[in-house]
């Protein structure tokens, strides 16, 4: 791995656990924990989304000790984002909305058994009152952390993915020609 | 306690929590937070009460959230077990500075780059989070509307993160240079400053403890 790689995943990390301080100022029910994943691996690749995915999970686990169980998620959220890179889902909006919905669903399908067998559904708040919602519309325990962990993914993705490909867009044709796949994920190679 | 190797902190720290969801429920969660709190409480945590005091404001959430969504027997049941987890890494991040687990990953041989990965990321987190901050205030002066219908707020939100990422992506460069100057590159190997000393008692019982952890899984699923 080069150098660049090598500083980059730092400073991806530190982006996954900064942005709450953009989410908390407008007051989105949104998380964008994986904006840096999914950007490290438009960038460079699966691996260092990985490495992103897996170092973001043990520091917020410093933190807090609950979200080392979800480090999977940021795993297949990294090859996910490979796979729209590769695709050129980061192209435009219209390509990329769909993509990221598409990452919530596969997200919350993820996250269920996780939050069904470790926390009990109990993750967070705003999840915990989302299962408890659907356990009064009639749906199971499983039925309703599903409904809960979908309510809180679907959407984050898709904005995720929509600012991963303003970001990319955004970035200096000069500062996009270092990393080896930037080009690609946007479509300009 | 604090004068133990970090894999051995490490190590007690993640068995507890297989513990707690390894052994039968309620007791082998109730006995895993017993030694768990017993280890919040050890000379040596600093700030003594102020630690399990961190524990408990991180756990109670939860329990109440179980007890909404499970009853009180389901609450007892997964709140043991996550409460064990939970107290068990706030006591590892209260014992262990994260320099000293450094110390330890390149004395034990892992490449500098994973060290510097670990190092690095701690201090960057921090610091991009004040960036962040500097940013909203910076926003807001300028007049930035943070509040209104979703779209206001998703313009905002692209107002703020834009300029934050992009800086954070101009900082590799900077970053890659200066680690360049000093010499690290794939496979190189440093020698630790003060290595931690690793007892072969210590290699041993870490050893013990995850066999025992094997163990029971085994015995618990056949």
Not at chain 1, 152 to 181: M, Y
Not at chain 2, 40 to 58: E, H, K
Not at chain 2, 87 to 98: D, E, G, N, Q, R
Request: aromatic share 8%; hydrophobic share 55%.
């Amino acid at each position: 791995m080069s150098v660049r790689l090598l500083a980059l995943i730092p400073v991806a990390v530190a982006i996954n656990l900064a942005l709450s301080a953009a989410v908390d100022a407008v007051g989105l029910p949104l998380f964008l924990d994986t904006t840096g994943t999914i950007l490290t691996t438009a960038l460079a690749g699966p691996v260092v989304g990985i490495l992103t995915g897996v170092l973001t999970s043990a520091v917020n686990s410093l933190r807090n000790p609950t979200f080392w169980p979800f480090v999977a998620i940021q795993i297949i959220v990294a090859l996910y984002a490979w796979l729209a890179a590769s695709r050129g889902w980061f192209r435009s909006l219209r390509t990329a909305v769909p993509a990221g919905l598409l990452l919530g669903v596969i997200a919350s399908v993820t996250s269920t058994p996780i939050s069904y067998f470790v926390f009990g559904c109990s993750t967070t708040g705003g999840i915990a009152l989302t299962t408890k919602l659907g356990q009064l519309l009639g749906l199971s325990t499983l039925g309703a952390c599903f409904f809960g962990s979908f309510l809180s993914d679907f959407g984050d993705k898709a904005v995720t993915f929509a600012l991963v490909t303003t970001i990319l867009h955004a970035l200096p044709r000069r500062t996009a020609a270092r990393f080896p796949l930037a080009l690609r994920a946007v479509g300009r190679a | 306690m604090r004068r133990l190797h970090p894999f051995t902190l490490l190590t007690i720290a993640v068995v507890l929590p297989a513990l707690a969801w390894i052994l039968p429920a309620p007791r082998g969660g109730a006995a895993a937070l017993s030694v768990a709190a017993l280890l919040l409480l050890t000379p040596g945590v600093t700030p003594g009460f102020g630690v399990a005091r961190t524990a408990f404001l991180t756990a109670a959430p939860f329990w109440f959230f179980l007890y909404l969504l499970h009853g009180v027997s389901g609450m007892v049941a997964t709140g043991l077990r996550l409460s064990t987890m939970i107290a068990s890494f706030v006591w590892l991040v209260a014992i262990l500075p994260p320099a000293r687990l450094v110390e330890a990953m390149v004395a034990a041989g892992w490449p500098v780059s994973a060290a510097f990965l670990f190092s690095a990321t701690l201090q960057a987190v921090p610091a991009l989070r004040e960036r962040a901050q500097r940013l909203v205030e910076a926003q807001r002066c300028r007049g930035l509307a943070t509040r209104g219908g979703p779209l206001v707020r998703l313009h905002a939100l692209r107002a703020l993160a834009l300029p934050l990422v992009l800086s954070a992506l101009h900082d590799v460069d900077e970053r890659a240079l200066a680690l360049e100057t000093r010499g690290l590159v794939a496979g190189a190997r440093r020698t630790p400053l003060a290595p931690p000393p690793d007892h072969w008692s210590q290699r041993a019982t870490r050893w013990l403890l995850l066999l025992s952890c094997a163990a029971l899984l085994v015995w618990r699923v056949v």
